[in-house]
């Protein structure tokens, strides 16, 4: 049986590693710490035209979707009489911060497994940071600290309770009123209760109201007869001290402005590559995912029908992205930080006994060291893109060991 092969390989190989894993995990959020401060002082002074510009829209031109973030960035910015730069980097590395702390504060709690220390190697996760930087300090920042405090409530309860459903379905609509990108995950709020409380899947429940709210919030975004006003929001986010070439190349001069636009537009870029890359975006990610589920002693006993329930609402709810925007990679990163985040909440928690050491066989070693090491090797052999490559194939065999390579020679 699979699930039993897979956790003998862990037995096997915790054995000897477990004891590191948590320092590696630690090593590896201070990594990305520097590395994502580095990176949102070079986008924020350099007044990047994404990350800045996205953040900056406002309802200067009229009552018009993102415009929330700008509007009370730069009131407060006005208030404490700060620099709407300074307010920015303020801003974006105390959300990575908070999110870095927060994971390692709870994996500490936790007995790390080979199959979660495969999720923390794939490219997919948060090393995409790394690979590509340019998604540091986006809005889905957001989106994992609120699933974060979610999952922490979920922890400390036996059921989903209708206060804490309309205290986050509050949070979601302000969320997607920074962002519309929320009412595509919002729905894993709902879903993960269904595993997490092992109930039917088809069973409603209060955290319904949070995928609803966030809906309905777009809903109301879209009969707002606004047009977005590129000049108006340039204006005012120029009048703020930001560079003129925050509105230029960037979010506030993209051609699509609507759904049917935007469709249009990626068709121009697709190629004969382009299905092929989207199927190996969206099936490898998963794999370590797959691995520990079936590792996993409060996941195993699920039925597969409610784990294939969960998955296919989730790719179905997140579908739309891929027909209307190019950056692929990026919704496949949020989808693998939201899964992951979700999977600390199954691990088993720290106790503190004597391990007993089990003798193994020459073959079960060779297959306990060895798996494991064909797997970290292959996690470590590729990566994946946000957007922006030829024919939108955002798949590339270039990962961990290819950048050493690269600095190396």
Known sequence: MLSNSL????????????????????????????????????????????????????????????????????????????AAQDSLFFLFSS??????????????????????FLIFASPSFLSFYIFDPSIIARKE???????????????????????????????????????????????????????????????LNYSIFIPLSSAA?????????????????????????????????????????????????????YNFWTPFGLVLILFLPIIPFFLFSYSNHLLINQPSNRLLFFLAIQLISMSPLFLVATDWGRWVN??????????????????????????NNPNQQLIGFGVPIILLIFMSSWNLRHCCRDGNFLFEFNGLIGSLASLIL
């Open 217 to 269: 919030t777009v809903i109301l975004i879209m009969l707002v007869p606004t047009g977005f006003n590129s000049l108006a929001i340039c204006s005012r986010i120029i009048e703020a001290g930001i560079e003129p070439s925050v509105c230029e190349g960037g979010i506030l001069s993209w051609p699509a402005r609507g759904v049917i636009e935007g469709f249009i537009h990626n068709l121009t870029i």
């Open 334 to 359: 949020i989808q693998s930080i939201l899964l992951g985040i979700s999977m600390i909440f199954f691990l088993m928690p720290k106790i503190s006994t004597n391990k007993i050491h089990i003798k």
């Open 95 to 116: 959300l990575q911060l908070f999110f870095f702390i927060f994971i390692f504060i709870l994996l500490r709690q936790k007995q790390i497994t080979f199959w979660f």
């Open 7 to 82: 956790v003998s390989i862990s037995k096997i190989f915790d054995q000897k590693f477990d004891k590191f894993y948590l320092p590696l995990i630690g090593v590896f959020l201070i990594l990305l710490f520097i590395n994502s401060i580095y990176y949102i002082h070079f986008f924020v002074y350099s007044s990047n035209e994404w990350l800045v510009a996205d953040w900056l829209i406002n309802y200067s031109g009229g009552f018009v979707r993102r415009g929330l973030s700008g509007e009370l960035i730069l009131l407060i910015s006005n208030f404490f009489n700060i």
């Open 141 to 203: 920042i957001l989106i994992y600290l609120t699933y974060l405090a979610w999952m922490i409530t979920l922890s400390r309860h036996s059921k989903v309770t209708f206060n804490t459903s309309i205290i986050f379905s509050i949070l979601g609509i302000f969320i997607t009123l920074l962002h519309e990108i929320f009412v595509f995950y919002s729905v894993i709020f709902y879903l993960i209760t269904i595993i997490y409380f092992k109930e039917k899947s088809l069973k």
